[in-house]
């Protein structure tokens, strides 16, 4: 009995840390075991980064980890994530298309998964108190589970950079920052955003070391490329012609369009904090899948579902920016999306890429609403131009109304000058 309470005395009570091998987080193993004495178990998502996820996993356990779980959540990342960005047709301030935005309730969702098998009373992710990350974290982690205590250890220490490497080298924790590139990277399937270092400064372009999956467009061929893109429910399904598994198709189309110059970004970003940013973006696929997904909707959607799809669209866009994903809000957006998208959203859509420019070039669809009878100018119309004149009428009455009263109330001004 004794030997019981002992044992339950000396258990440490544990922390799941959001890993991503970078400076942040690994500083942040030691620190975190250091200040609050917690066992640290830590978590890695692959959603796509390119990384090496063995040499992840060796580096957390070097620096003190206890337990480490890797996890591969590409393909839930696309089908739960990015495919409901595909059908809102995603693009935050008209530019960016949430790559990091997406992932964080992603991973939000682990931590606290991990936590409850581990019993584990906190986590904590690497994030800064200036961005938009905090947030998605930490909304996401009380909505699914508000009794763990949430530690966002870079907010708390306030260490700069170099104080930061300092105690990295006094901790013995690998380092691989490099002076000559001191970007902040995040990396995903959907997108590569690039922080910090000389494009801090909004008047200055971007220098093609910040760049990886694009080339710039000077270096791109100088032949134009085409593309088809089959879509079914509003989802991108085939490529040229021929059926393609999702992963593999964004995949295809991040180096593609890539190759062609296609997918940089560069604007001034409203965070949700309040702060303005100069961000800068990579996404080949997205931008392509967008564009193209955007051009069908037109084909076959009514003119008043692509208006109210519109407002909604940004509507989702800008809660799943500003981290809440698991407000109710967006499931119901949702419905009304997938309402527009299943089964009319289904057809192709021709894409031509040339030196940095991507045009749609052609659709095609089963559900176009696009009549060929109704709109050509040739003696096959079968539109009764007739009825253009009554509808005229009808349709500017009060517009012709308004315009005779001010000339009216014109004039009676002009005779009481006199
Ligand atoms: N500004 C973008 C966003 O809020 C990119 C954030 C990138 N995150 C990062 N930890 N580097 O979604």
């Given at each position: ?28 193993i030691?620190w ?70 997406l ?9 606290v ?42 907010r ?15 901790n ?6 490099s ?12 997108g ?42 509003g ?15 964004i ?66 866009t ?28 289904t ?11 991507m ?40 517009t ?19």
């Amino acid at each position: 009995m004794f030997f019981c309470i002992l044992q339950v005395v000396y258990l440490m009570a544990k922390l799941v840390l959001a890993y991503s091998g970078g400076l942040d987080t690994s500083v942040a193993i030691k620190w975190l075991q250091e200040k609050y004495g917690y066992e640290i178990i830590t978590l890695t998502l692959n959603v796509g980064q390119n990384e090496d996820m063995k040499f992840i996993e060796e580096k957390a356990y070097k620096i003190g980890s206890i337990k480490h779980y890797s996890i591969d959540a590409v393909e839930e990342f696309v089908e739960n994530y990015v495919n409901n960005a595909i059908k809102a047709n995603a693009l935050y301030q008209g530019k960016y298309p949430l790559s990091s935005a997406l992932s964080r309730p992603l991973i939000a969702k682990y931590l606290v998964k991990i936590a409850e098998i581990e019993n584990a009373e906190a986590v904590a992710h690497g994030c800064t108190g200036k961005g938009n990350d905090q947030v998605r974290f930490e909304a996401t982690i009380k909505a699914l589970n508000p009794n763990l205590k949430i530690i966002a250890p870079v907010r708390e220490w306030n260490l700069t950079r170099d104080e930061e490497i300092e105690y990295a080298k006094k901790n013995g924790i690998p380092l691989s920052v490099s002076k000559t590139k001191p970007y902040s990277i995040d990396q995903n399937i959907w997108g590569r955003s690039i922080e910090g270092g000389i494009i801090e400064d909004p008047f200055i372009e971007p220098p093609e070391d910040a760049f990886e999956l694009t080339k710039s467009a000077l270096d791109a061929p100088d032949k134009p490329a085409y593309l088809e893109i089959g879509f079914r429910n509003g989802i991108p399904i085939e490529l040229n012609g021929e059926e393609m598994n999702e992963i593999e198709l964004i995949k295809f189309l991040n180096e593609f369009g890539g190759m062609h110059g296609i997918g940089r970004i560069d604007h001034i970003e409203d965070r949700l904090v309040g702060i303005k940013s100069r961000e800068v973006y990579e996404c080949p696929a997205a931008l392509i899948l967008i564009e193209a997904h955007k051009d069908l909707e037109k084909f076959v959607l009514t003119k008043l579902e692509n208006e109210a799809k519109e407002y909604l669209d940004a509507l989702w866009t800008k809660l799943v920016y500003n981290g809440l994903w698991e407000d109710p809000l967006r499931k119901d957006i949702e419905a009304f999306i997938n309402s527009t998208q299943i089964p009319r959203v289904t057809g192709k859509v021709k894409v031509k890429m040339y030196k940095g420019n991507m045009r749609i070039i052609g659709r095609k669809s089963e559900f176009a609403l696009y009549d060929i009878k109704l709109s050509t100018y040739s003696s096959e119309s079968q539109f009764n131009q007739k009825n253009s004149e009554g509808f005229i009428n009808i349709y500017s009455l009060q517009t012709v109304l308004a315009k005779k009263v001010e000339k009216i109330n014109a004039r009676r001004e002009e005779r009481t000058k006199v």
